[in-house]
């Protein structure tokens, strides 16, 4: 049986390959594009312009649209190139290896550790880096003060990352060196000592024991002119983490106090927040003059209560929350249960929805002026839905990673493509329609000229247009015109007239069957290569026969 089976597969992939190779070489007008899946399958795209090619499977496409070319090998590559954005990505088993190019700037990563960037940055400067973190760290520019060297622990200099301006180290840690725009910090042995200067700022510490630092209020020109004030403070801990002393916020109209003698007590005082916590947070109470609400929590954050304008919560983790103010709205019972949180932007509400985590979730978009809608529905690991504003929408069966990583294209690109055993999309603006199941070995698009389908390696297809329906078995084509000024005149000889009424069976179900002559004058024989001519309609031949109904595009079943 098992040998069987093996033959009847290699037979309909001969088939399937021989009817490509066929289907090639016809014109236009007999079928514009080739259905052999999952062997080899072209056809349009139904949510954007273009076509698409899929062979062997899962394991090759190449896609075309107005503005993007993309071909891959899942799940070990994909290239997309964009000549309209002048930029190109390519994904080799990611995270592995990417490469992405924007212009002149461009960034190549091995893994996350080894990265190159280059290119042309702001005010026409050229620049060239290459990271190997932590150890390696080198770039190369037009602009000899961006150039630098450094090889961690043992020595080196890197400019303008690690959120520091410039940091330097020798045998680190025994020695590392930063600044952050004007303030500069020495570590000896770090994080034990450190001495810190700046504008009006001077500190040091001995952690874990003693430390201190205090700035004076200082203004700072924008790059738009306007002066802005730059705080003060003074801030002193001991045995750390227990005592803090903070004056913050000097020389503003909310200057703060900041008492903390961990885990007994600890005390905010300022114009806007007074809040106080006593015994590892199992007694917290805050109140907020800002925004005009009162908190308490017993202990925060299991048990929480808050009342106000500006804010109304009732919690009590795992069991129920419920927390809103002037923006946000969330809710939650047997958390990570069932949770709910709903964002007004203003213009757009966002709501997202979840079922422990990723089983179930939701995120929906409304325009409040139009009313439209996007959302993403995901059922993890079994679907992901897509709904967008013009109701367009997209399914895919099954899905193991896009309900955790949503909208990431290189998940869709390099790994969607080998568990997408069903696919339907459907497109809003132009009624266009396509259903996949197994990587094509069922296939049906429709659009507002035509209808296709394709079955079992191409063996059985179909095609029905406004003038014409076509059914290929085993790459046999069987014709029947449906133009009224072919009424009289039909390309099927009359041996196949079996083979066209099961294509009205099969195909069109819905639509109306020609209406049989009653005439019982035998037609003539053709000769060789002439078309048949049907007899003509006596009188009592029924009435004309009906029009087929034009295709009308459908939104797929999902």
Known sequence: MRALLQSLCR?????????????????????????????????????????????LGPFYYHQETERATTWGIPPLFAITDSPYYDARDVAILPPLLSYHRYGTQSALMITPLLTFYGGDYQNDVTRQRT????????????????????????????KGIFQRTQAHWVMAPLFIESWKR???????????????????????????????????????????????????YEKRFALWPMFFWEDIAMG???????????????????????????????????????????????PWPIWVKARGEGKHVTRFIPFYNYGSNNLI???SYLWPGYTTRTLDTGPALITRTRVMLYLWSEVKEEIKETGEMRRRQNAWPFMTRMKYYDGSTRLQVFAPLEPMLPANETIERVFSPLWSVYRAQYNATNGAA?????????????????????????????????????????????????????????????????????????IAPTAASPTRLTSTRKPERPTHGATLLMPQRTARASAPPPQLAEVQPHAPGL
């Open 182 to 232: 004007d303030v500069h910090t020495k570590n000896y042995l770090y994080p034990i000592f450190h001495t810190r200067t700046g504008n009006g700022l001077t500190g040091w510490q001995f952690w874990p024991f003693y430390g201190t630092e205090s700035k004076v209020p200082t203004t700072r020109t924008n790059d738009f002119g306007d002066v802005r004030i730059i705080p003060g």
């Open 434 to 506: 396509s259903q996949s199941l197994f990587w094509n070995l069922y296939r049906h698009d429709t659009t507002a000229e035509m209808k296709r389908w394709s079955l079992l390696y191409g063996l059985f297809q179909g095609r029905q247009t406004k003038d014409e329906e076509t059914l290929r078995i085993f790459f046999i084509p069987f014709k029947q015109r449906r133009d009224p000024a072919f009424a009289g005149r039909c390309t099927i000889p009359p041996n196949r007239g079996n083979a066209a009424a099961l294509w009205q069976s099969f």
């Open 329 to 331: 709205v969330s809710r």
């Open 252 to 298: 503003t109209t909310n200057a703060s106090t900041y008492r903390s003698y961990w885990p007994a007590y600890t005390k905010l005082d300022s114009p806007q927040v007074v809040g106080t916590t006593a015994f590892f947070s199992l007694y917290s109470h805050t109140v907020n003059h800002a925004q005009k609400y009162e908190q308490w929590g017993f």
């Open 131 to 158: 990271m190997f973190f932590p150890f390696y760290f080198r770039q190369k520019s037009s602009n000899p003060d961006l150039r630098y060297t450094a090889v961690f622990p043992f020595y080196g200099t890197v």
């Open 11 to 55: 037979l309909a992939c001969l088939l399937a390959l021989a009817g490509a190779a066929v289907a090639q070489t016809l014109p236009e007008s007999e079928f514009a594009d080739i259905a052999a899946g999952p062997i080899f399958d072209k056809f349009g795209l139904t949510l954007q312009t273009g076509t698409r090619t899929e062979a």
